[in-house]
């Protein structure tokens, strides 16, 4: 029986290139990459509603040296969609022998996306990827040449599909046709694509070499402040995000609060000196129920159960936030 292996992002493009493959009596196996920007978690949902196994593969750590320099830049953000895309192929090509697999499926459409779906990219990643005669995009295969699997028999090129550009009528109908219902928008779950988010990871990778797991999940809490070199401010926005700082908080780090007032939980990252002490205690004056009181007494420490020690500061201004703010 003839067999593929289906990369399933989580989003509707790649889960109707696996469904259009296993109509056709094909085998189908997806294959869900994880890292630092993106998770497993919409890939396991959309499959059920497909009815294919899922293999998720980690590859975080050898994502983030990638991302850090990618040889084909970035997209709109801090997407290096090129050679994300030929990275997780080289991984598929690895995977096709353990799963006794023919050929691999992607979801991409070809001008869907300016950077990384145009003719060239297409090429540049079936060129990069070492697979690339093993590689079929079914959504968009008759706007492109014949691969060896049709040639050979293995697909039907007739029964596969010439979507092209970034009109997605023809996916979302297929949808419908399908029983597909429930499905993220393009590019949801990739943090790389997040103009914020990208803002603060060009700041961290600035400023720091050794970047851990613990620095790229709190660059989605709150608002992020460049204080010195080694040092970072975040102050939370909800209550949720105050508990997952405290949760990501070391003895390296430390907290403050407003000592009297509710407020926003802030915390200094990294190496603190004076200077970063004193701009944290003046920005957890500004988020809290005080800001416009001229002197807040703040209490700070290692985690919150040893905020020991109070300064007071007059709240931030304006001005002192736009000067530091990272985003």
Known sequence: MTTALAMISGGLDSTLAAKLVKDQGIEVIGICFKSN??????????????????????????????????????GKNMNPCIDCHAMMMRYCGEL????????????????????????????????????????????CAKNLNPTQMEIDGLIDREALLDIKGRNRKVQIELAKKWGILEYPSPAGGCKLTEPN????????????????KKDLQLLKIGRHFRSSKDAKIISTR??????????????????????????????????????????????????????????????????????????????????????????
């Open 96 to 139: 096709l022998e353990k799963y006794h697999a023919d050929f691999i499926i992607t979801g991409e459409v070809l001008n869907q996306r300016p950077m990384s779906q145009n003719r060239s990219a297409l090429d540049i990643v079936k060129n990069e990827s070492g697979i690339g005669h093993k590689i079929l995009r079914p959504l």
């Open 197 to 212: 988010y990208s803002v603060r990871l060009k700041d961290l990778l600035k400023y720091k070499k050794d970047v851990s």
């Open 238 to 327: 909800t209550e949720t995000e105050g508990e997952l700082l405290e949760q990501l908080l070391t003895d390296e780090d430390l907290m403050f609060i407003a000592r009297d007032h509710n407020g926003s939980t802030v915390a200094v990252v990294g190496k603190s000196e004076v200077e970063d002490i004193e701009l944290a205690a003046r920005i957890t004056g500004r988020y809290c129920k005080a800001r416009d009181e001229k002197i807040v007494s703040i209490i700070y420490g290692v985690n919150e159960d040893n905020l020991n020690k109070t300064i007071d500061a007059a709240p931030s201004t304006e001005e002192e936030i736009k000067n530091y703010i990272i985003n």
């Open 37 to 74: 920007f993106f998770s497993e978690k919409n890939a396991i949902k959309i499959v059920k509603q497909i009815d294919i196994p899922l293999v998720v593969v980690d590859f975080s750590e050898k994502h983030l040296e990638m991302v850090k320099d990618p040889k084909h830049g970035y």
